[in-house]
Each structure stands twice: as structure tokens, then as C-alpha cells.
């Protein structure tokens, strides 16, 4: 069987192959800035289990589980998702998010006691001029609350991913006073946010690398979160930006909900990370994660979204389907998932699929008839052909087997 690489001229490899130099990571967000969507609805205890057992399966290595500033039925559902994790065993790891203030980090002291795990502390603080304006900040409020909030995680041997909010708006001098305050507290992560989905991949790439230079030059081992948003619909190429210049852990959201326009899908950027050589997780159970986070959240997948809509790797039109078909009848299936394809539907367990409507041709009928057992005659193709043509969409099995037998 050919290899498909002898068969593209990948110009993704024109200017030579990046590869991370530390291990890639995936922090799953759906669970707290997913919920922050205007449209999602609050899953309930069970849903967000089967959730984060699916992110458990596909290899995700954090989830975060929410405010537990919030109080009420947030904070319960946080203490029992970490329990959950806890008492089973997962390989996932746990984070909340919390303001940079003492009380609500004080919160998950009693949570990690209760649950029996390990919890990170993502304290969160706005970075830019334009909030600090609006706030009426001055910087050394901002160290100053850094410094009481992340002296309480210490001194409660709590883990910190210190988080400036706005990261990409926010001047060099400010993230390095903010950044080198909290590594001197024992912050051992540091998430650069695009909060309001501003930067680009070139913006991304240098705002990153400042971040990632600061941080060697205290700790080589401290690590590096990107969290973008796609307001500009640039989340997935700025999440692979951040990599490229020195991001270990990317956070993204499942089918991209979240604030205003959402986050970074993690769907997307699992496939993204896989088809370029950076991980090797198994993604077959990917249409499920997404299946159950729709179903969860409420939320419906468009029918034209990337891998995982309905129209993904369906088409109708005649010469795009005779490759296919030509593929499929060689015994090559890798050939048939690559032809017209930039994504193997059978990287996450699906398959091409041939449709026929108004742009089929001869060799769709044909096929789609021998798919459902019925005998694909020059009478029978003609009939299926002519309705196909002369219809607004593709037509459904039925309505093939109805134009079959007429």
C-alpha cells in the first residue's frame, strides 16, 4: 500500500519542522470559561462526571473545574468533580480559577481536604493599562494582592499557575513586575492570556517568548499556559504560535464555547497537535467528548464545523466523490481519508461519506446503491441520478431507496 506522504508535497514543511522541546500538555476549560458562555447551559453533577471522563480518556492532562468563589452549587460540584477524580483514580489533574485575593483561595484549602487531591490554584489578576485605567489600579496594588494571595497558597502548600488576565495588551514592564513577583512566591506556572481574543499569531509568538525568556531566567523548570479566545477567530493558529515559541501547556474548550465568540476548541487543537507529529494521543473517542459536551452544555455543533460536523466528510459533488470512490475500490482507505481530505476522518474514528445531490455524478449513485444493497443498474442510477439533480440538498438513504424503486 502506497504511503501517503510519498503522495503530498507538504508545504506546512517548507521551512522546516518545528518539534516542543518540553512535553506538551492540554488544559480543558469547558468546565469554567465554557460555562461562561452567554448560551451554555449548567450541566448537572452527572454530565460534568461523564465529562471529565472523557477528558480522562483522551489523554488531557488538567481540567478546570470552575470558581469556587462562586459558593452554592459551584463549589459543590468543584469539591465532587475533585473527589470523583480523587476516588477513581484518574489520570487527569485538577485546577480552579480564582481571583488573586485571599478569600477566594481560601476555599480550596477545605476542598483539597475534602476530596483527598491535589488541586491547582489559577490566581487570576487584570495585566493591562486599559483595565488597570478602568479599575482604577495602581501596580502596586496589583503586587500587593499578589503577594498576600500567593504568601496564603504557600504558606497552605497549595500549587499556583499565576494568571495575568489581558496578558496581550499589557506592557513588558508590568509582566515582568507581576510574573517575577509570583515566581518569587512559588508560582510554578505562568498563564499568558488573550482575554479578549486581540493578538494574532505574530503578537502571540513575541508576547510568549518574553514570557517564556522571563521565567528561564528564574527556574528552567517553571511552565508556560497560553489561553487565547477567538474574537478574532485566530484561537487554534495563535494556540500552535504559542507552542511554537515556547508554550508547554495550552488551554481550549470543547467546540470552542466560552466568553463573547469562545475559546480555542480543544477538539481542534487536539487533531492540529496530532496531524503535526507533537502528540500521539488516541483521538478516536473525540466525536463522543464532542457529542457529550453539546449534549451537556446545550449547545448544537454546526453542521459545517471543522472534523466534527455533519458535513465534515460528507460530499455530493461528482469528481470530489469519484476520487474517493476510485480510493475505496483500490482497497486503500488511507488513500480514500487523504484524497480530498486534509483531516483522516479515521484519526477520530469516523469515515468518508457519499452523498447524492444536485453536483452528483454517475459514480455517487453507484456507490451510495451498492452501499445500501440495492443492485446498481444503468436504469436504477439514471432514476436515483435524475432525482438527485433536480433536488435542493443531498438526498437522505430514504429517499434514495424511494427514487431506487420507482
Not at 20 to 28: A, S, V, Y
Not at 370 to 392: A, Q
Amino acid at each position: 500500500m502506497t504511503r501517503i506522504a510519498d503522495l503530498i508535497h507538504d508545504w506546512n514543511q517548507a521551512e522546516g519542522s518545528f518539534v516542543p522541546t518540553r512535553p506538551l500538555q492540554f488544559d480543558d476549560e469547558t468546565l469554567r470559561d465554557g460555562l461562561q458562555s452567554p448560551a451554555v447551559s449548567d450541566p448537572t453533577l452527572d454530565l460534568k462526571i461523564d465529562l471529565i471522563e472523557r477528558m480522562n480518556k483522551l489523554g488531557i492532562h488538567t481540567a478546570n473545574l470552575g470558581l469556587p468563589g462562586a459558593g452554592g452549587r459551584p463549589r459543590e460540584d468543584i469539591t465532587k468533580l475533585a473527589k470523583h477524580i480523587a476516588d477513581n483514580k484518574l489520570n487527569i489533574g485538577a485546577n480552579v480559577a480564582c481571583r488573586t485575593v485571599v478569600s477566594d483561595i481560601a476555599p480550596v484549602v477545605d476542598m483539597v481536604q475534602e476530596s483527598g487531591m491535589s488541586v491547582e490554584v489559577c490566581a487570576f489578576i487584570g495585566s493591562s493599562y486599559i483595565r488597570q485605567y478602568a479599575e482604577d489600579w495602581t501596580l502596586e496594588r496589583m503586587l500587593n494582592n499578589t503577594r498576600d494571595a500567593l504568601q496564603f497558597a504557600r504558606d497552605n502548600n497549595l500549587q499556583v499557575m499565576y494568571v495575568t488576565e489581558d496578558t496581550t495588551r499589557a506592557k513588558p514592564e508590568t509582566i515582568r513586575a507581576l510574573y517575577s513577583t509570583a515566581i518569587e512566591l512559588g508560582a510554578r506556572r505562568l498563564c499568558v492570556c488573550d482575554t479578549v481574543g486581540h493578538a494574532t499569531p505574530a503578537g502571540t509568538r513575541a508576547v510568549v517568548k518574553f514570557v517564556r525568556d522571563l521565567a528561564d531566567e528564574h527556574d528552567t523548570t517553571i511552565g508556560v499556559d497560553w489561553h487565547g479566545h477567538r474574537d478574532r477567530d485566530l484561537g487554534i493558529a495563535n494556540c500552535l504560535a504559542a507552542i511554537e515559541a515556547g508554550a508547554d501547556r495550552v488551554h481550549g474548550t470543547a467546540l470552542g464555547v466560552g466568553e463573547r465568540a469562545g475559546n480555542a476548541p480543544m477538539d481542534q487543537l487536539l487533531v492540529n497537535c496530532k496531524l503535526l507529529g507533537w502528540i500521539d494521543n488516541d483521538l478516536t473517542t473525540l466525536p463522543a467528548y464532542v457529542e457529550a459536551a453539546g449534549k451537556a452544555l446545550e449547545v448544537a455543533t454546526p453542521h459545517n464545523y471543522p472534523i466534527f460536523g455533519t458535513d465534515a466528510f460528507e460530499t455530493g459533488t461528482g469528481v470530489h466523490a469519484s476520487a474517493v470512490i476510485k480510493a475505496i475500490r483500490k482497497g486503500d482507505n488511507d488513500l480514500a481519508d487523504s484524497v480530498y481530505s486534509g483531516v483522516p476522518a479515521s484519526m477520530v474514528g469516523l469515515e468518508q461519506k457519499i452523498a447524492i445531490g444536485p453536483m452528483a455524478g454517475r459514480s455517487n449513485a453507484a456507490f451510495v446503491l451498492e452501499r445500501l444493497g440495492i443492485e446498481p443498474t444503468d436504469e436504477c442510477v439514471m432514476r436515483v441520478l435524475e432525482v438527485g439533480k433536480s433536488s435542493k440538498r443531498l438526498l437522505t438513504d430514504a429517499e434514495v431507496r424511494s427514487a431506487a424503486k420507482s
